[in-house]
């Protein structure tokens, strides 16, 4: 790969994630530091002979970036350099654009079949990107719940579209390049449902940034349902109040599997406290969390990088999360190395597919 520190603002970049600044520093005694001293860090950094970009700043991608970077930094030797650029609220988008584009070598992103839309050029992806390929996937188990009071006396999409219930929605915003929003939006649509129709009917998106926001506006009254991932964070909505998860329709979940390649799960019959939910809940897949690279990355450094995401996991990755009761973890740990290459979205990159092999992971 080896790609050279061409521009300063790379730099400025990994400055700035690591919270030290190059101008304006000062010494103890409060002066700047004396010139050998501030040449140091940027000579380093800009002689380094491999610069490995991640896309992928955004809750727990961050976390699976660093470790897996750090993991590669040790092995590769300290003449690599690795950064990260953010992309919160839009990152499964932004992270897979830009490692279509080569702007990174490896992004992340959730689910799984944003890769795949991204790799086809489907969904809230205006191109393909055929460059796409794997390292690993980080199992949790996930879904896009839709969940409303129980007061409101509907238990079915098909409930709201005959009686025109005017639902007021808390999720991100339709129109946006975000994996929730275009999932909810096409769920409702699945149904038969538009924006335009929740808006006639009195209803229409209360705008939020992620699930905790969504159960909250429920609890305040400023919406009547709420439709996101991260099922966990709907706990204190159903611990205030009685509710009802509608479950996705066998023909919309057909619909969605077949424009643009999503997968079903299931809400458990009583995953939150018994009889909530009361029975078994269809619903979207929003499971795992994905690691990608450019096909163009060579395939010692995609190898590199599926050995660290493997072997490091324990003390780079689990023990962040194995600290916290399981009902309050938002990642699925300890994690099993012998799933961590399937359900990836895409292709595996050679060198990843060569690290599974031999480590005897993979047949």
């Not at 690795?82 to 654009?97: D, H, I, L, P």
């Not at 409702?188 to 940034?209: K, N, Q, R, Y």
Request: a negative charge; aromatic letters at 10%.
């Amino acid at each position: 790969m080896n790609h050279r520190l061409a521009r300063f603002d790379m730099v400025l970049l990994l400055v700035a994630l690591l919270g030290i600044g190059m101008s304006g520093c000062s010494g103890d005694n409060g002066g700047p530091l004396p010139a050998a001293q501030r040449d140091i860090a940027p000579q380093r950094w800009q002689d380094a002979k491999t610069h490995i970009r991640f896309g992928g700043a955004a809750s727990n991608l961050t976390l699976i970036a660093r470790y897996i970077a750090e993991g590669m930094q040790r092995r590769l030797g300290d003449d690599v350099l690795w950064s990260m650029y953010g992309g919160r609220g839009f990152a499964s988008y932004v992270n897979v654009v830009a490692l279509g584009k080569g702007e990174v070598d490896f992004a992340l992103t959730t689910p799984p079949v944003s890769a795949r839309m991204g790799m086809e050029g489907k969904g809230y992806f205006q191109k393909a990107y055929p460059n796409l390929r794997a390292i690993a996937t980080f199992a949790q188990n996930d879904w896009l719940a839709c969940v409303v009071p129980a007061e409101l006396g509907v238990s079915t999409f098909e409930e709201v579209k005959q009686r025109q219930i005017p639902l007021r929605v808390a999720t991100n915003p339709f129109g946006t390049p975000n994996a929730v929003a275009f999932l909810t939006e096409k769920l409702f649509e699945a149904h038969g449902i538009s924006l335009s129709d929740l808006e006639a009917w009195g209803g229409g998106i209360v705008p939020v940034s992620g699930a905790p926001e969504a159960a909250r506006k429920v609890m305040s009254g400023e919406a009547n349902m709420a439709c996101h991932e991260y099922w966990k964070a709907f706990t204190p909505l159903i611990n205030q109040m009685p509710v009802k998860f509608l479950p996705v329709s066998e023909e919309a979940m057909e619909q969605l599997s077949r424009e643009f390649g999503y997968q079903r799960n299931t809400i458990p019959k009583g995953v939150y406290k018994p009889n909530v939910p009361e029975r078994d809940i269809p619903a979207v897949d929003y499971s795992d969390w994905v690691v990608l690279v450019n096909s163009n990355v060579p395939e010692e450094i995609a190898y590199t990088a599926a050995q660290a995401a493997v072997e490091d996991r324990e003390n780079g990755f689990e023990i962040l999360y194995m600290g916290r009761p399981p009902e309050e973890r938002s990642a699925d740990v300890p994690l099993k190395p012998e799933v961590m290459w399937k359900n990836v979205g895409v292709p595996l990159h050679p060198g990843a597919e060569r690290y599974y092999r031999e480590a005897g992971l993979m047949p």
